[in-house]
C-alpha cells in the first residue's frame, strides 16, 4: 500500500468513515505548503451546488469558510459535513452583509489571501492558484476575476451582457481603475485589503463600493481571465437582474456624489 493510500485510510479511520472525498481533500491539504489562504463562500439556499464549491476549493486553500445568509433549505448542514466552517445569519441579510462577515472571520484567522466566490456553481474552484497569484507575487492588493478578457469561455445572457458591461464603465469612470469586469463574484484579497478594506453596504451596491473604496486608500487591483457558466447552474439566475442593476447603481450615483463634493 503507498503511503498516500495510507494517509487516506487513516484519516477515513479518523473520521469514522464518512466522507471519502472529504477525506482525501485532508489528505492533499496536509502537503501544502503556502501562505495562509482562506475561501470564503456567500452561500443563499445552494444545497444543490455547495458541496461540489466546498470541496473543490478545499484542495486549493487551508480553510472554507461559508456564511448562511439565512438559507431555508439544507445549505449550512451540507457545507458543514464537506468541511466547511459555517458562518450563520440567522435572516437574509445580503450579498454585502456576507462579506463583511468573511472579512471578520478572515482577519480572525490572520489570512493572507481571501478568495471570494459565490456558492451557486457559476465559477470554478480550480482557478483560486491562477485568482492569487497576483496577490503573492507581491503585484496586487485585490484580483478581479473578468469574463470579458480575451480568451475567456463564457455564457452570460445577452440581458445581463449589457447590464455588466454598462455598471462596469460607469464604476471605471468613478473609480478610475480600469476594469473590464466590475461585477464578478470571483475575487481574492490581500492581508492588506482585509485589514484596511471598509465595506458597509450590505446589498449588491458592495460589489462596486469595493472600487471606491479601494481607490480611497490607495489599493491596486488587477484582473485574471475567467470562465463562467450559467448554463448548468439554473440557481444564476435567481436573482432578480432588474432590482440589482438599480441597487448598483445607486451605490455608484453615491459615491460619485461624495466624490464630487469631497474635491
Not at 448542514?77 to 459555517?86: L, P, Q, S, T
Request: proline share 4%; charged share 25%; hydrophobic share 40%.
Amino acid at each position: 500500500m503507498s503511503k498516500q493510500k495510507v494517509g487516506l485510510a487513516q484519516m477515513l479511520k479518523k473520521m469514522g468513515h464518512g466522507n471519502k472525498e472529504l477525506a482525501r481533500v485532508h489528505v492533499m491539504k496536509q502537503s501544502l505548503q503556502a501562505p495562509s489562504i482562506v475561501a470564503g463562500i456567500p452561500a443563499y439556499n445552494e444545497e444543490k451546488t455547495i458541496a461540489e464549491m466546498v470541496l473543490k476549493a478545499g484542495c486549493h486553500v487551508g480553510k472554507v469558510l461559508v456564511c448562511d445568509d439565512g438559507s431555508k433549505d439544507m445549505t449550512r448542514v451540507i457545507a458543514k459535513e464537506n468541511g466547511a466552517d459555517v458562518l450563520e445569519h440567522e435572516e437574509n441579510m445580503g450579498y454585502g452583509a456576507t462579506m463583511q462577515t468573511l472579512f471578520i472571520k478572515a482577519r480572525e484567522l490572520g489570512a493572507d489571501v481571501l478568495v471570494a466566490f459565490d456558492g451557486d456553481g457559476q465559477h470554478d474552484p480550480d482557478g483560486i492558484p491562477s485568482l492569487v497569484r497576483p496577490i503573492l507575487e507581491g503585484r496586487a492588493d485585490i484580483v478581479i476575476g473578468s469574463r470579458f478578457l480575451k480568451g475567456v469561455k463564457m455564457n452570460v445572457p445577452l440581458y445581463r451582457k449589457i447590464g455588466i458591461i454598462t455598471i462596469t464603465l460607469l464604476t471605471k469612470i468613478v473609480s478610475g481603475y480600469p476594469v473590464t469586469d466590475s461585477q464578478c463574484g470571483f475575487r481574492a484579497y490581500s492581508r492588506r485589503a482585509l485589514e484596511e478594506l471598509k465595506i458597509t453596504e450590505l446589498g449588491w451596491g458592495s460589489s462596486v463600493e469595493v472600487f471606491f473604496r479601494a481607490r480611497d486608500i490607495g489599493l491596486r487591483i488587477s484582473e485574471i481571465p475567467v470562465d463562467c457558466d450559467y448554463a448548468d447552474y439554473p440557481k444564476a439566475s435567481k436573482r432578480d437582474p432588474l432590482r440589482q442593476g438599480i441597487t448598483i447603481l445607486a451605490s455608484i450615483f453615491s459615491h460619485a456624489i461624495r466624490r464630487s463634493v469631497r474635491l
